[in-house]
């Protein structure tokens, strides 16, 4: 008899835990739907690949957005990977359905392949990461 109480409280007991389980499953979809339906900020592109970039120019890497979210958009840093590479962010908000772009330079006076990124964090969404690539061409000589 204690045989079939212990196995009946046993039972029980996983299925208690495996509806506990499903249930955890389906908050975390939910989550994640959330996530993905609040866009913020969004990118028309992520990344920018320019090849054969002739030495010593001021070649901009324009990255333009859109605000999807319902509060004014506040750029709050713009980091780049390394001191080569500078970027410049709006200093106003972004207003909820409107444009901009954030300008990043790259310094031309290194020669060969590069790839940096850019992490933008903003007051409407997770931090967003850019990347620009391609290679500089060596000095023509005179």
Excluded: H, W
């Amino acid at each position: 008899m204690k045989n079939i109480i212990t196995l009946f409280v046993l039972m029980m007991s996983v299925g208690f835990f495996a509806q506990e389980k499903a249930q955890e499953t389906k908050t975390v979809k939910k989550e994640t739907k959330a996530k993905k339906s609040s866009k913020g900020l969004v990118f028309t592109k992520m990344e920018i690949v320019r090849e054969n970039i002739p030495y010593g120019t001021d070649d901009l890497f324009e990255f333009e957005f859109k605000n999807n979210s319902k509060t004014p958009a506040i750029i709050q840093g713009v980091q780049t990977s390394c001191g080569c590479t500078t970027a410049n962010k709006p200093e106003e908000p972004i207003k909820p359905g409107k444009k901009s772009k954030i300008s990043v330079k790259y310094d031309t006076k290194r020669v060969g392949s590069f790839k940096k990124t850019i992490t933008i964090t903003s007051n409407v969404g997770e931090p967003i990461i850019l990347t620009i690539s391609g290679s500089v061409l060596p000095e023509k000589e005179s």
